[in-house]
């Protein structure tokens, strides 16, 4: 939780050329069958080179579909995007599918990667969330987008005709997890809050009713294997807060999607109660107003507040994000 609010990150100059739709719904990740949905497509077009870098794409135009469909042509073997709002690193380009030429909005630059999600290229271009649901790290996806999914708006903004198609590239170079993937741990429970976990790992705090502990108390709920939190790095964390005195939940990054913060600019609970934590692990922590904002009134969070946070640890010095 931060001291103070940080501006929204920047998005890419060729990402915010598109133009948004409405926000993404939320996909059932138990039930994602990639093979089913993928429709051959692949044969549209010859791609060469490692995903991750910039292909190299050769289309057999035009294309002149009439619906948007989508193919894997690199299927990976790492963790798959089965929630809306996981955060990934994305690498894409787009072509026009009448002349098969490249158009600004081409990515494949490893220094300036950002973290975005599914949902967000859903809320772009519909079609391109589409695509991405269920796919694996390490995955090329090839895209045909019609003239209508794409938008009147979109296609002159590139330049482009209103009857033309559009093909993109994506490559799905990092998947993060949305939730803890250590193992459950032992806790003498009494007088500290109790954790449960929806299945896709969303946690519920119960608040015992006792009064707040008066120390900083922090339990780690489940283990990771991953690196240590450092008291100077930046975290990619899964969190909710909760109000000790009414049991109110006054903020929850899972209902926007993980979080991205410097550890310096945190409260002292959030900082002192991570620092030491494994990437993959959960940590309850409860912060007595002294290491929460003390007597200052923060809206949502009243003066003289006692915080409990449910923190799921996934990523150390992640990229920054494009939806904060």
Do not use: H
């Amino acid at each position: 939780m931060r001291k103070t609010s940080a501006a929204l990150a920047a998005l890419a100059l060729t990402v915010i050329a598109l133009t948004g739709c409405s926000p993404a719904p939320a996909f059932d990740g138990a039930a994602c069958d990639r093979a089913a949905s993928t429709s051959g497509i692949e044969e549209l077009a010859t791609i060469s080179g490692d995903v991750g870098a910039r292909p190299e794409v050769e289309l057999f135009t035009p294309v002149g579909e009439t619906e948007s469909a989508f193919g894997d042509v690199v299927v990976g073997t790492g963790p798959a995007l089965t929630s809306a709002n996981q955060s990934a690193v994305f690498e894409f380009s787009l072509y026009s599918g009448k002349t098969g030429e490249p158009i600004a909005g081409t990515s494949y630059d490893e220094a300036n990667e950002q973290l975005v999600s599914v949902g967000y290229w859903t809320g772009t271009v519909p079609a391109f969330g589409e695509a991405l649901e269920c796919a694996t790290e390490g995955s090329r996806v090839l895209t045909v987008v019609s003239p209508e999914d794409f938008g009147a708006q979109n296609l002159s903004g590139f330049g482009l005709d209103s009857d033309e198609s559009v093909v993109a590239v994506f490559d799905v170079v990092k998947v993060f997890p949305n939730r803890a993937t250590g193992s459950l741990q032992y806790n003498d429970a009494a007088g500290m809050p109790t954790v449960v976990r929806a299945a896709d790992g969303r946690p519920g705090v119960i608040v015992p009713d006792s009064a707040a502990p008066t120390d900083l108390e922090v339990q780690t709920l489940i283990k990771g294997d991953g690196d240590a939190v450092a008291a100077d790095d930046k975290v990619l964390v899964n969190y909710t807060g909760v109000l000790w005195d009414d049991r109110t939940v006054f903020d929850s990054s899972w209902d926007r999607g993980p979080a991205t913060f410097d550890m310096a600019g945190l409260i002292p609970g959030f900082t002192e109660g991570l620092t030491g934590q494994t990437v993959g692990s959960q940590v309850l922590i409860v912060a007595p107003p002294e290491f929460a904002y003390g007597d200052q009134d923060g809206g949502a969070v009243p003066a003289n507040s006692t915080l409990v946070f449910v923190v799921d640890i996934l990523a150390i010095n992640p990229p920054p994000s494009a939806q904060q």
